[in-house]
């Protein structure tokens, strides 16, 4: 007669372990200490074997019944079910292994010999952003096409479409990385990849080109309520006309020529040197140290970068995360702050690059120096096409007079009615 739940809670220790049976080949074990679990006798391949189901009384006699039939299921289709369950098991350690953010970690960790230190932090501050808060936790195996979906359309929404493409390309690298060490079969995120909004055919990032309306835009977002330290590397970004990135990785090392003892001191050989692993190049230029970039600075930038030592010079970034003084700032807070302050689609950070190349070679045009068009391409790190890698290398030292006349000339157009830069540390700038 099959067992009875009442039977099983009844069951008591003997001097000897004993069964207690139900029907094929299901019975209880109770041992001479009180505990009690679950077995199935079978045979296999010719040989007696048995199938430990689980404890009771976690384990109820109808859960017991169902895994049992399951077992009795995979007799038929000619698989063991100790080996079944031993894989099982397997498989559920290695998920909790194994998660999305493991193996991302473990694929970022094996590129940083072949990517710039820049790009590195870049690529993990992207995914931790993004993708480890909401997918992070869940094995790779689980993590289906609906799931990848999920966690790029809040990255759309929020207007970064090209992120979003970024971030699909990532995943999928990380899908690949889990398919090779045999951990999954599949890559969810190349399923994705046509549901996702195109990416726009515009090739110009928003960008102001009226002087006025650049000034007021600083007047704007200074006064606006935003970190000190986003506000400084705001208008560092705009005196510069360097990319953002490059803003958000400067180290203090990277400085010249500046009397850090004294804000007023001689800073007329005030420059700063990017290393050319910081620079956009081919991956094999980042590796020569020619390529580095030279950017005169005028006395506003020197003041910038004066009042922020006082915020961050004890980190050896510039302008680090507002929470973590090791990291660079957010790629967004810049962008982010000018939204607020009224410019979404009318002037994004990369935008200045734009406003200083259009009017200052106006200004070459009007003034009748053609020859100023190339220092203006130099001062934007911008090798003509053609160009040898060796000719590259010398331009971008080349002209520095001028190109410190320049920025010396756009620095004073910019900043005509701005305030102090220690002004914008001030409780009620914020």
Known sequence: ??????????????????????????????????????????????????????????????NAREQCEEARRQLR???????????????????????????????????????????????????ERDLFGPIGNIPVT?????????????????????????????????FVRAISEGICRDDPAATVAGALKP?????KQPAIMDLPELRDLLRKVEGSKAEPITKLASRMIALTAVRPAVIRGAVWSEFEGIDWLDPEGDASLAQWRIP?????????????????????????????????????????LVFPSVRHALKPMSENAIGYMYNRAGYHGRHVPHGWRASFSTIMNERAERAQRPSDRAVIDLMLAHIPAGTSGSEGAYNRAAYMARRRELAVEWADLLLSEASEPNQLINADAR
């Open 1 to 62: 007669m099959a067992l009875t739940d009442r039977e099983a809670r009844q069951a008591k220790p003997k001097d000897k372990d004993y069964k207690l049976a139900d029907s094929r080949g299901l019975h209880l074990f109770v041992r001479t200490t009180g505990t009690r679990s679950w077995r199935m006798k079978y045979r296999f391949g010719g040989k007696e074997k048995v199938l430990t189901i689980g404890p009771y009384p976690e384990v109820g006699l109808a």
């Open 77 to 127: 289709e000619n698989v063991d079910p100790s080996v079944a369950k031993k894989k099982a098991r397997a498989a559920a350690i290695a998920n909790t292994e194994n998660t999305f953010e493991q193996v991302a970690r473990r694929w970022h960790a094996y590129q940083l010999d072949h990517w710039s230190k820049a790009h590195a932090e870049t690529v993990i501050e992207s995914m």
């Open 199 to 203: 990416i726009s055919k515009k090739s």
């Open 142 to 174: 689980e993590v289906d096409p609906p799931l990848v979906l999920s966690v790029l359309r809040p990255v759309e929404r929020r207007g970064a479409v090209e992120t979003a493409h970024r971030l699909r390309q990532r995943m999928s690298a990380v």
């Open 276 to 316: 050319a692993d910081r620079m956009k190049l081919e991956r094999d230029q980042k590796f020569d140290k020619r390529n580095e970039h030279i950017v005169p600075l005028p006395f506003q930038a020197v003041a910038v970068l004066h009042t922020a030592r006082r915020l961050t010079g004890r980190s050896p």
